[in-house]
Protein backbone atom coordinates (compact mmCIF):
# COMPACT_ATOMS: atom_id res chain seq x y z
CA UNK A 1 0.00 0.00 0.00
CA UNK A 2 0.89 3.85 -0.92
CA UNK A 3 2.53 5.40 2.86
CA UNK A 4 0.70 8.38 1.91
CA UNK A 5 -2.50 6.64 1.18
CA UNK A 6 -1.91 5.08 4.54
CA UNK A 7 -1.16 8.03 6.50
CA UNK A 8 -4.56 9.85 5.06
CA UNK A 9 -6.46 6.68 6.17
CA UNK A 10 -4.95 6.43 9.70
CA UNK A 11 -5.21 10.28 10.70
CA UNK A 12 -9.16 9.86 8.71
CA UNK A 13 -10.07 7.12 11.12
CA UNK A 14 -8.92 8.87 14.16
CA UNK A 15 -11.10 12.07 13.41
CA UNK A 16 -13.77 9.45 12.67
CA UNK A 17 -13.09 7.67 16.03
CA UNK A 18 -12.68 11.35 18.12
CA UNK A 19 -16.59 12.54 16.15
CA UNK A 20 -17.98 8.76 17.76
CA UNK A 21 -16.40 9.54 21.02
CA UNK A 22 -17.88 13.36 21.29
CA UNK A 23 -21.31 12.45 19.89
CA UNK A 24 -21.34 9.77 22.52
CA UNK A 25 -20.81 11.77 24.83
CA UNK A 26 -23.16 14.24 23.95
CA UNK A 27 -25.86 11.67 23.86
CA UNK A 28 -24.93 10.72 27.63
CA UNK A 29 -24.90 14.28 28.81
CA UNK A 30 -28.38 14.19 27.03
CA UNK A 31 -30.19 10.82 28.34
CA UNK A 32 -28.38 12.38 32.19
CA UNK A 33 -29.98 15.31 32.37
CA UNK A 34 -33.20 14.11 31.73
CA UNK A 35 -33.01 11.75 34.22
CA UNK A 36 -33.23 8.64 31.90
CA UNK A 37 -30.58 5.57 33.10
CA UNK A 38 -28.86 3.18 30.61
CA UNK A 39 -31.69 0.24 30.60
CA UNK A 40 -34.90 2.85 30.42
CA UNK A 41 -33.20 4.06 27.26
CA UNK A 42 -32.03 1.09 25.65
CA UNK A 43 -35.73 0.31 26.07
CA UNK A 44 -37.10 3.47 24.42
CA UNK A 45 -34.39 2.73 21.53
CA UNK A 46 -35.34 -0.76 20.98
CA UNK A 47 -31.52 -1.67 21.82
CA UNK A 48 -29.41 -3.29 23.96
CA UNK A 49 -27.91 -2.11 26.91
CA UNK A 50 -24.26 -3.20 25.94
CA UNK A 51 -25.08 -1.37 22.39
CA UNK A 52 -26.24 2.14 23.96
CA UNK A 53 -23.02 1.73 25.90
CA UNK A 54 -20.89 1.26 22.61
CA UNK A 55 -22.45 4.26 21.60
CA UNK A 56 -22.23 6.47 24.27
CA UNK A 57 -18.78 5.25 24.57
CA UNK A 58 -17.59 6.02 21.00
CA UNK A 59 -16.71 2.38 19.99
CA UNK A 60 -19.54 1.77 17.26
CA UNK A 61 -21.34 4.14 14.61
CA UNK A 62 -25.02 4.83 14.85
CA UNK A 63 -27.21 4.04 12.20
CA UNK A 64 -29.60 6.79 10.91
CA UNK A 65 -32.55 5.14 12.32
CA UNK A 66 -31.16 4.93 15.68
CA UNK A 67 -29.77 8.35 15.18
CA UNK A 68 -32.87 10.25 14.73
CA UNK A 69 -34.55 8.05 17.42
CA UNK A 70 -31.95 9.15 20.07
CA UNK A 71 -32.67 12.91 18.85
CA UNK A 72 -36.44 12.30 19.03
CA UNK A 73 -36.38 10.47 22.45
CA UNK A 74 -34.18 13.62 24.19
CA UNK A 75 -35.68 16.35 22.41
CA UNK A 76 -32.61 17.57 20.97
CA UNK A 77 -31.68 18.75 17.33
CA UNK A 78 -28.92 16.16 15.22
CA UNK A 79 -27.08 19.33 15.01
CA UNK A 80 -26.28 19.46 19.05
CA UNK A 81 -26.19 15.92 18.63
CA UNK A 82 -22.77 16.06 15.68
CA UNK A 83 -21.78 19.11 17.68
CA UNK A 84 -22.58 21.50 15.01
CA UNK A 85 -24.89 23.61 16.84
CA UNK A 86 -22.39 23.69 19.88
CA UNK A 87 -24.52 26.86 21.30
CA UNK A 88 -27.65 25.51 21.43
CA UNK A 89 -28.13 24.57 25.32
CA UNK A 90 -28.30 20.95 27.17
CA UNK A 91 -31.58 20.25 27.81
CA UNK A 92 -33.62 21.09 30.58
CA UNK A 93 -35.07 18.24 33.13
CA UNK A 94 -38.78 18.35 33.36
CA UNK A 95 -38.18 18.71 36.93
CA UNK A 96 -36.17 21.71 36.82
CA UNK A 97 -39.00 22.75 34.58
CA UNK A 98 -41.88 22.46 36.19
CA UNK A 99 -39.98 23.78 39.83
CA UNK A 100 -38.96 26.85 38.29
CA UNK A 101 -42.48 27.10 36.11
CA UNK A 102 -44.63 29.28 38.98
CA UNK A 103 -41.81 31.17 40.21
CA UNK A 104 -41.55 35.13 40.07
CA UNK A 105 -37.96 36.44 38.78
CA UNK A 106 -36.36 36.87 42.61
CA UNK A 107 -37.40 33.67 43.43
CA UNK A 108 -35.30 32.35 40.04
CA UNK A 109 -32.56 34.21 40.97
CA UNK A 110 -32.62 32.99 44.43
CA UNK A 111 -32.69 29.45 43.58
CA UNK A 112 -30.24 29.95 40.42
CA UNK A 113 -27.88 31.31 43.48
CA UNK A 114 -28.20 28.60 45.71
CA UNK A 115 -27.67 26.11 42.87
CA UNK A 116 -24.57 27.58 41.51
CA UNK A 117 -23.31 27.86 45.43
CA UNK A 118 -24.28 23.94 45.93
CA UNK A 119 -22.29 23.23 42.62
CA UNK A 120 -18.90 25.19 43.54
CA UNK A 121 -19.44 23.12 46.47
CA UNK A 122 -19.52 20.11 45.32
CA UNK A 123 -16.54 20.84 43.41
CA UNK A 124 -14.83 22.00 45.63
CA UNK A 125 -15.28 18.30 47.26
CA UNK A 126 -13.34 16.36 44.41
Known amino acids: MVKGLTDTTSKNNAHMKKDLTEIGKRIK ?58 DSPLPIPDQVIQLFADCTDSEIQALLNVAREVKNSLRNQK
Open 29 to 86: RARKSKGINQVEFADKLNISVSHLSNIENGKINVGLDIFMAITEALEVSADWLLGIDS
